[in-house]
């Protein structure tokens, strides 16, 4: 029962941060930090899971009838979507996208189960310090290389930012604090909730604030039969089929996500059938829901992660006390978990299709409201959730002050990307460990 109502909680916000532009995974994992903050392991993770598998339905809902992405992974559907609304076939494209996508879930479970059938026997060559030195430093190839357009001096710069803020506190790698400066409030290092609203969240919200979004949005749909909508479907299967295995394996892409899938497939599709706007919705958004579960490995299974959002639940999870290292030790734990996991990935998704399908006009509707007092209630309620864990945590000036020079610096860097910083604060001190480990074997 416990397990169902995470899960339930998670679509709740998935729904919210789908269909509301600037309130993504990310923004959302933030705000319920005090919440997620009393959560075991399990709890995180199939939270986590309901979240962003809801997110690619109704990311779609807002796409469709606007043209304004809920997600980035969903700008293929606002470009495609909005060809149907025209044609008062808005509920076509929906049903359409919300089918192909629990056959992207369905696909994605089935390849993640195959996978890890070989891997679980060998994992333990995964936690050699040498190969996992290797995968930070090919995550940051791609965190140096391809953030900000190729900006390797910003990005370098950034990821100085995120190493030099993880340093003070106490050492992985030598005896006693360092970098306190005789404040005994950084003897536990600086806290990660300020880093990720100041650096993440604030610079995501106002590089999706628009003024014009203030103005009242209309919904005209005409409701499709299911059955229409299901030959509509057959037609395109194989559209969808390519576009599951496509998104899938691009999901391990560090960095990319979903995003580098769903791009992919509607291109694809865009190329072998130009003139079918439905073969690349159906492709793109079945590559959204596959590829979920292929991002989620790297980080359920030697700790790393590669995406933004999955860096914040990573340090939730570690607050928790997860250790992979600990799980992978015996394999059976590690094959029952996936499997649990997997399941539960198409529950969640036959859940979200039941409720996002028939209610999508509804939903569409929630949207018409004032983007101006969102974006303003979204910045006080960031605050009070960082004052209250400073609060809990016994170091609330700390949290106050990092709040507003880390939103300060975010500021004025909104039109940049700062995953390198986020990542290289959230792993600084492992890699640092790892890296000391490979120098003292080798040298």
């Not at 140096?144 to 340093?167: E, H, P």
């Given at each position: 029962m416990t397990e169902?109502?995470?899960v339930l909680l998670g679509i709740l916000c998935g729904t919210a941060a789908g269909m509301l532009p600037g309130i993504g995974i990310t923004v959302t994992l933030v705000l319920m930090w005090p919440i997620l903050y009393t959560f075991g392991i399990l709890e995180l993770i199939l939270y986590y899971m309901a979240l962003s598998a809801t997110v690619q339905y109704t990311g779609t809902i807002p796409s469709v009838f606007f043209g304004v992405p809920?997600?980035?992974?969903?700008?293929?559907?606002?470009?495609?979507?909005?060809?149907?609304?025209?044609?008062?076939?808005?509920?076509?494209?929906?049903?359409?996208?919300?089918?192909?996508?629990?056959i992207g879930a369905i696909v994605g479970a089935a390849l993640t189960l195959a996978l890890l059938y070989f891997l679980i026997p060998h994992l333990q060559y995964f936690f050699n310090s040498t190969f996992k030195l290797a995968l930070y430093s090919l995550v940051l190839v791609?965190?140096?290389?391809?953030?900000?357009?190729?900006?390797?001096?910003?990005?370098?710069?950034?990821?100085?930012?995120?190493?030099?803020?993880?340093?003070?506190?106490?050492?992985?790698?030598?005896?006693g604090l360092r970098y306190t400066f005789g404040f005994y409030d950084l003897s536990f290092g600086i806290p990660l909730l300020p880093v990720l609203i100041g650096f993440l969240v604030v610079p995501t919200i106002l590089k999706n604030y628009e003024?014009?979004?203030?103005?009242?949005?209309?919904?005209?749909a005409i409701a499709i039969p299911s059955r229409k909508i299901l030959?509509?479907?057959?037609?395109?299967?194989?559209?969808?089929?390519?576009?599951?295995?496509?998104?899938?394996?691009?999901?391990?892409?560090p960095g990319m996500g979903t995003d580098l899938g769903t791009n992919s497939s509607y291109a694809l599709e865009k190329k072998l059938?130009?003139?079918?706007?439905?073969?690349?919705l159906l492709s793109a958004e079945s590559a959204n829901n596959s590829g979920v579960l292929a991002s989620w490995l790297p980080l359920l299974l030697i700790g790393i992660p590669i995406t933004s959002s999955e860096v914040i639940i990573y340090g939730m999870l570690t607050n928790a006390g997860w250790n992979p290292l600990e799980i992978t030790s015996v394999q059976d734990t590690m094959t029952n978990m996936f499997l649990t996991l997997?399941?539960?990935?198409?529950?969640?998704?036959?859940?979200?299709?039941?409720?996002?399908?028939?209610?999508?006009?509804?939903?569409?509707?929630?949207?018409?409201?004032?983007?101006?007092?969102?974006?303003?209630s979204t910045l006080v309620v960031l605050y009070f959730v960082n004052s209250y864990l400073g609060y809990l945590d016994f170091r609330f000036a700390l949290y106050q002050i990092c709040f507003f020079v880390f939103c300060t610096f975010g500021y004025f860097l909104r039109k940049h990307n700062s995953m390198p910083l986020i990542f290289m604060f959230i792993i600084a001190l492992d890699f640092e460990a790892v890296l000391t480990r490979v120098w003292q074997i080798h040298f």
């Open positions: 169902l109502i995470v809920g997600e980035s992974n969903s700008v293929p559907a606002s470009i495609e979507g909005p060809k149907f609304t025209r044609k008062n076939l808005a509920m076509l494209a929906i049903g359409g996208c919300q089918l192909s996508s629990i791609f965190l140096i290389f391809v953030y900000n357009q190729g900006r390797v001096f910003l990005n370098l710069f950034l990821i100085a930012i995120g190493f030099s803020l993880a340093m003070p506190g106490e050492s992985m790698v030598e005896n003024k014009d979004t203030s103005a009242k949005l209309t919904v005209n030959v509509w479907l057959r037609r395109n299967i194989a559209s969808v089929f390519r576009g599951s295995v496509i998104g899938y394996f691009c999901g391990f892409v059938h130009p003139l079918k706007p439905g073969k690349q997997s399941v539960w990935y198409v529950i969640i998704n036959i859940i979200v299709l039941i409720v996002a399908w028939p209610f999508a006009k509804k939903v569409a509707n929630i949207i018409t409201c004032n983007y101006n007092t969102l974006i303003i």
